[in-house]
């Protein structure tokens, strides 16, 4: 079974500076990784995905994120926070495509003007 | 193209009552997912409908929840009796088939006092 951890409940950054939001995942298995982001009070988005192809994937709004099978990582990035990349992300894992997807338990990111 | 719809927004109930969630997933998406988000925790799968047959219910309490997708379209989700620990958003996702991306509603939150 699949397991994710984000490392950091909160993290705050300041407008203009570089986001880290940190994502280990357990697998014997290669697994599909996605990255999900939530506003206040609306569903889940898709922001990317990583499905064995390239390790460095490009999602919308200017985040990415790259696969490290060595480290069991999955963190996602943006060069320059905007304000209006405050939300919750949730990383996520399966053994295959979109089924039994395994949630982590979120990052609140805080955008500071 | 019309998103994944979820009534009500809200709700709060009292325990032992009952209470029902409707979701109408995408006009021709196969695959409809509910999953139950406690606040503080990412998103767990419940229930995953292919048409109108369920493929996974294995987080399913069943002695308490149940759904349905009778025509393979929309769906309801219930809970009798509820308990307070049912507190949480209910979220409800389509796809167009098993392998392909999922698309979320905006949820129900459920307060059971």
């Known amino acids: 079974a699949q397991s994710v951890t984000q490392l950091g409940s909160h993290v705050s950054v300041s407008e203009g500076a570089l986001v880290l939001l940190r994502c280990n995942y357990s697998?014997?298995?290669?697994?599909?990784l996605f990255w999900y982001v939530q506003y206040p009070n609306q569903g889940l988005q898709l922001l990317l995905k990583?499905?064995?192809?390239?390790?460095l994937v490009k999602g919308i709004n200017g985040f990415e994120a790259e696969f490290k099978k060595s480290e069991t990582s999955f963190h996602l990035t943006k060069p320059s926070a905007h304000m209006s990349d405050a939300a919750e992300y949730f990383c996520?894992?399966?053994?295959?495509?979109?089924?039994?997807?395994?949630f982590g338990i979120g990052t609140k990111l805080q955008v500071i003007p | 193209e019309a998103g994944v719809a979820q009534s009500p927004r809200y709700k709060i109930i009292e325990k032992r009552q009952s209470v029902a969630f409707w979701c109408n997933p995408i006009?021709?998406?196969?695959?409809l997912y509910w999953y139950q988000q406690i606040l503080g925790q990412g998103p767990k799968l419940l229930i995953q409908f292919q048409n109108n047959g369920v493929v996974d219910d294995s987080q399913l309490p069943k002695d308490r929840f149940s759904a349905e997708r009778l025509k393979g379209v929309d769906s309801t989700l219930k809970i009798q009796p509820a308990k307070l620990e049912d507190s949480a958003v209910y979220l409800c996702a389509s796809s167009q088939d098993r392998g392909t991306e999922a698309f979320f509603g905006q949820g129900t939150r459920l307060t059971v006092v």
């Open positions: 996520a894992a399966s053994s295959g495509g979109y089924q039994k997807v395994t």
């Open positions: 697998s014997s298995v290669p697994p599909y």
């Open positions: 006009s021709g998406h196969a695959t």
């Open positions: 990583y499905t064995s192809a390239a390790t």
